[in-house]
């Protein structure tokens, strides 16, 4: 664990969250701000700063946070109508929290896949 980052903090049980789901090395919780009726984050309990390093060590736990936030999705009524999932990774992509987290969005159309 990272003691100064927000998201093991949350693995930890020091910043409470709302979780959705848990198994062995992965936890969903619900987006603060969320960006759609539904966001939730997906992330790897250990901590990776972000999905190049996570699928870089550990492509079987990258693997376990798709699988997650893949029942989390059917299990959020979002497998009708169709969901995005979203990698924030580096400045570019506006990453904020470097613990790495798919962010799964759904529940109304989500527009163009990216601002223009
Ligand atoms: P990023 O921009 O790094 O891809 O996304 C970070 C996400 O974490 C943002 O969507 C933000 O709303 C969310 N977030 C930031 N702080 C907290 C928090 O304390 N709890 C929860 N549940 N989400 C947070
Ligand atoms: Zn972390």
Do not use: S, W
Request: net charge negative; aromatic share 6%; hydrophobic share 45%.
């Amino acid at each position: 664990m990272e003691t100064d980052c927000l998201f093991c903090r949350i693995v930890a049980g020091e910043i409470p969250a709302t979780i959705v789901r848990e198994t062995d090395r992965t936890l969903a919780f619900r987006d603060i701000g969320p960006k759609a009726p539904v966001h939730v984050l997906v992330i790897p309990k250990e901590h990776y700063a972000d999905v190049t390093a996570l699928a870089g060590a550990d492509p079987g736990l990258a693997g376990e946070v798709l699988a997650t936030a893949a029942v989390v999705a059917e299990a959020e009524g979002l497998g009708a109508d169709g969901f995005r999932m979203i990698f924030n990774t580096g400045r570019y992509a506006g990453q904020e929290v470097f613990h790495a987290h798919v962010h799964l969005l759904g529940g109304a159309p989500l527009g163009p896949m990216l601002a223009t």
